[in-house]
Structures are given as structure tokens and as C-alpha cells.
């Protein structure tokens, strides 16, 4: 891929969320994130940056299941309940009764299907996240690449996963997503973005945000190495930075452009046009 550089003065920390993981995806919308009370809008709180983690005092992550098949919610909750620190505290079989339960219940993490009836998942989920809820949504989908995950994440979901994914990993991705992280694996995100980036019109032009602006020169630096895939360990080895100093830069980064997480930053940079694909056959 090819990255366009901004000129911005040096200085400044910033913040990373945390590394990759196989199965996971990127998104950014618009809306979802960064009006409508985004995550990154409140200091001290898991949606306010990736790092940040629950504020749940150290008890159990909360978990909502939201699936119009009952045996795949009955699945999950066997799979979810194993664990000690993960707490089952409600069900939901369409978008509709998610988006009230979320209101209801106050998740810190929601399991949301995508074909659904009443109300679907993408549009349950872009109710949520605009409603300034810190549930963070992880998108359940039947096929990689589907065209519903990258929508999904555009409304503001934390992370996209398959519905036969192992048990470990459900489990695992619970709980980065709950800690304020999200799941993204580098080749499905460039795959997602490179292919949406591609499906717009040519003569349409990337919108150029203006409080891109409001970055330092490192903090563009940092994002675009988030962009490409790279973890905090790597961004720190990449720039001769600590891995404190990186999270620090991130954490700046979500506040300046108002965003959810890591995941929504790897489309924004791609959308606004940051970054951009450089190999047509990818």
C-alpha cells in the first residue's frame, strides 16, 4: 500500500489499541464512533481509548447474545458461561430488543448476529454506538469478507467474527473487546478496506478531514502503522518509541478524530484517503 504523509509539526504522546488476531476485521463509519456521543468522547472508560480496559472493578465482563437462531444463543452461552470472569445478562432474537436490552441491561460487550428480523444487526448496531452506549459489539457473520462485516463495522462494531469460530477464540475476543481493544486481524483489514476503497467511483475523491489537521506529524505516523496492521510492539520497534509512548499516542489519536477504537481507526485512515492501496491485484 501507498501512504500519504500530512505535514504536522512533531511533538506530542499518543495511543495504540492492542495487536492483531485471525478472524478479526476493521471498520469505520462516519456517524458510528465519532457523533452521537462516540466512545472516544468520554475520558476513563473502555470506549474512550483501547487501552483504557472496563470499569467494571475487576468483576465480570457482562455479555449480551443477540441471535434469532435459539440454539446458537444457547452455544454461546455455554461456551461464555465456562468462564469465571464472563457473565451472561440477557438475550436478544432481533435488533429491535438488542438495541432496548443494551439501553436496559448496560452490556459491556454485545454478540450481535446480522440477518435478522424486525430490525437487522448493522442497523441495531448503529443505533447503539450512536446512542452513546459503551457496549462494544462484536458482528457475527457466516462468511469472511462478507459484505454485512464491513457494514457492520462502518456502524461502529468493535470486531467481526465468524459464527463457527473455536470456543477459545470467542472467548478471547470477548474479553480483548471488553478491555477497551479490538479484534483485527492486518490481512482481513486490508482485504475489507482495499476492496471497499476500490469500489468507490474513480473520480470520487477521498474526503479530506479537517481535524486531521489537529494531529502532530508523529501522531499521523502512528496511524498509518496502525493503517498497515502493525501492533503497538511493532509501531514502538518501527519508531524507536517505548510501548507506554505508543498507547499514549493512540489514546490522542481517538480523542482528536472522536473514534471508537482501533478498528475504526484503520478505515478512517483508509477512507479519508491516509492510506490508500498501491497493489491492484491485492
Known amino acids: 500500500m501507498r501512504v500519504e504523509n500530512p505535514r504536522h509539526d512533531d511533538g506530542g504522546a499518543g495511543y495504540v489499541g492492542g495487536g492483531g488476531h485471525d478472524g478479526g476485521g476493521a471498520g469505520y463509519g462516519g456517524g458510528a464512533g465519532r457523533d452521537g456521543g462516540g466512545a472516544g468522547d468520554r475520558d476513563g472508560h473502555a470506549g474512550g481509548s483501547s487501552d483504557a480496559g472496563n470499569d467494571q472493578g475487576g468483576g465480570p465482563v457482562s455479555v449480551l447474545l443477540v441471535d434469532d437462531q435459539p440454539l446458537l444463543r444457547m452455544g454461546f452461552r ?27 441491561l448496560r452490556p459491556d460487550v454485545v454478540l450481535m448476529d446480522v440477518r435478522m428480523p424486525v430490525l437487522d444487526g448493522i442497523e441495531a448496531t448503529r443505533a447503539i454506538t450512536g446512542s452513546g452506549s459503551w457496549a462494544r459489539i462484536i458482528i457475527l457473520t457466516t462468511f469472511d469478507l462478507d459484505e454485512y462485516a464491513f457494514a457492520g463495522l462502518q456502524a461502529g462494531a468493535s470486531a467481526f467474527l465468524l459464527k463457527d469460530v473455536a470456543p477459545a477464540e470467542l472467548v478471547h475476543a470477548v474479553r480483548l473487546v471488553a478491555s477497551g481493544d479490538a479484534v483485527v486481524a492486518p490481512r482481513v483489514t486490508q482485504r475489507l478496506l482495499e476492496n471497499f476503497v476500490r469500489s468507490r467511483p474513480a473520480s470520487t475523491p477521498a474526503p479530506r478531514d479537517p481535524l486531521l489537521e489537529d494531529l502532530t506529524r508523529r501522531e499521523v505516523e502512528v496511524l498509518q502503522a496502525i493503517a498497515e496492521g502493525l501492533s503497538n510492539a511493532e509501531i514502538a ?24 477504537d482501533r478498528v475504526q481507526v484503520v478505515v478512517y485512515a483508509y477512507e479519508t484517503g491516509l492510506v490508500v492501496p498501491s497493489n491492484p491485484d491485492y
Open 78 to 104: 455455554l461456551i461464555l458461561e465456562g468462564e469465571e470472569d464472563l457473565h451472561i445478562v440477557g438475550e436478544a432474537s432481533n435488533g429491535a430488543e438488542a438495541v432496548a436490552k443494551v439501553d436496559q
Open 237 to 260: 520497534r518501527k519508531f524507536f518509541l517505548s510501548e507506554a509512548t505508543v498507547k499514549t499516542h493512540v489514546r490522542r489519536i481517538l480523542t482528536k478524530l472522536h473514534l471508537r
